[in-house]
């Protein structure tokens, strides 16, 4: 079913979930879907019943950690998780010993990070085409 | 009768090639996320393999129940039936997505369906009314004879209003402008507004199928008033939906309460400012 997999990577939707922190790492993705001419079929929704792909920027914390729990199980199979940025991968500086702070993978099973503060515009949106790849192969 | 079948198919198709060149004018706009020519077509096809472990049997059986009726309707405009059954028939199909809707249990389900419902008592009355309307004018509510009287005598000069409120019906379902009350599977924008559906999945590419079919029943029924042959007139009327589909982007969109308030407003208003001109002067 190979012409299936490319269909699945030629329309991804993206749930965003802006978990605490800048906001500047969902100001990149969003400037990186009008600005990128090279990497197409990308979207954003509203409905994490409509989603393929959910992107986690900032810090979670306790209080976002059960909403990002409840949005994930709301996504449909085949479905990737990102983490997006040094706070989701991390916590980065926010992150001490007693800040009820997460990273991204002790709370979801993450299938890619893109790193830094703030990530590139590209390296999000090749992030999200590789992940949604990746997820064919494991399903 | 294979007139009949061409126009179904015809009808079928023409709605997503429509999506196909929004989204393709769409994407050539500056500022606007970059998508395939074919993406509305991919994102169907996509929804159809994703599997939703909450999605029950019920899910199931509503969107199917849906598209089946769309189709009938869809059908029923085609062979010119009577517009009330077409009418009847379209209710029905919209009645299924709300209780679908409203059967998930799902919160989202829950605000689909109080949207849900208020849309469809906003078209239905509206609907009637228009019915009553153009028997007034015509004598008749078989949409093959609305559309040869059209033809020979121009109905819409007597109807105007009553083409608006029904044109504001085709907004309302496909969500677009002051009109959109943020339900179900219409996926296109870049910054997704807050769409509430309960399906998900090979539901959701049923619904959207539904919904493109339901669009197609209404681009043919508002056809049917253009004085011109009915292929001419479909693609007018056709060609205007994708203006308001692009004009889309330029209109911010509104609260869904305030939709509501305006939809009443707009396409009920006229609907009535149509009736009482008829009956009274």
Redesign the interface.
């Known amino acids: 079913m190979k012409w299936l997999n490319k269909i699945r990577i030629r329309s991804i939707s993206v749930y965003v979930v802006q978990a605490g922190g800048c906001r500047d790492c969902a100001l990149q993705f969003s400037m990186a879907l009008s600005v990128n001419s090279k990497k197409k079929g990308i979207t954003v929704t509203g409905n994490p019943k409509h989603a393929d792909c959910l992107l986690v920027c900032g810090c979670i914390n306790e209080k976002s950690k059960e909403k990002i729990i409840e949005i994930y199980d709301k996504i449909p199979y085949p479905k990737a998780v990102i983490a997006v940025g040094a706070c989701a991968c991390s916590g980065s500086l926010f992150r001490r010993e007693n800040s009820q702070l997460y990273a991204a993978e002790e709370v979801l099973p993450v299938n890619s990070w893109i790193r830094g503060c703030t990530p590139g515009q590209a390296e999000i949106l090749e992030a999200i085409v590789r992940a949604m790849e990746m997820v064919k192969e494991t399903d | 009768m294979l007139g009949k079948i061409i126009w179904f198919f015809a009808v079928i198709l023409s709605v997503p090639v429509l999506y196909i060149a929004y989204n393709f004018i769409k994407s050539m706009m500056p ?6 020519i074919l ?1 509305p077509v ?2 169907l ?2 929804l159809f ?7 029950g049997f019920l899910a199931y059986f509503f969107s199917i129940g849906s598209c089946l009726f769309s189709l009938i309707a869809l059908y029923m405009t085609v062979a010119g039936f009577n517009f009330l059954f077409v009418i009847s028939v379209l209710s029905m199909m919209d009645l299924l997505v709300i209780t679908g809707a409203f059967s998930s249990g799902d919160f ?1 389900g829950k605000v689909s369906a109080k949207r849900g419902i208020s849309r469809f008592i906003i078209w239905l009355f509206t609907s009637i009314v228009s019915a009553a309307s153009i028997y007034q004018v015509a004598g008749t509510l078989k949409l093959n004879e609305i559309s040869r009287l059209s033809e020979s005598n121009g109905l819409i000069v007597n109807l105007p209003f009553t083409f608006v409120s029904l044109f504001i019906i085709l907004l309302m379902k496909g969500n677009l402008m002051h009109f959109n009350f943020g339900i179900s ?1 219409n ?15 090979w539901s ?1 590419a049923v619904i959207q199928l539904a919904q493109w079919t339901e669009t197609g029943v209404w681009l043919k029924i508002l056809s049917n008033f253009i004085p011109v042959v009915k292929p001419v007139s479909y693609v007018v009327v056709s060609f205007v939906f994708l203006a308001f589909l692009l004009l889309d982007g330029y209109i911010s969109s509104v609260e869904w309460k305030k939709a509501a308030r305006l939809s009443w407003g707009w396409a009920g208003g006229l609907a009535i400012i149509n009736f009482i001109y008829l009956f009274y002067y």
Not at chain 2, 31 to 36: E, I, L, P
Not at chain 2, 190 to 195: I, K, N, T
């Open positions: 500022g606007q996320s970059k998508t395939y993406q991919y994102r096809l996509k393999e994703k599997k939703d472990e909450n999605a989202s599977g996926e296109q924008s870049l910054l997704g507004d807050a769409l509430n559906s309960p399906y998900s999945g959701l």
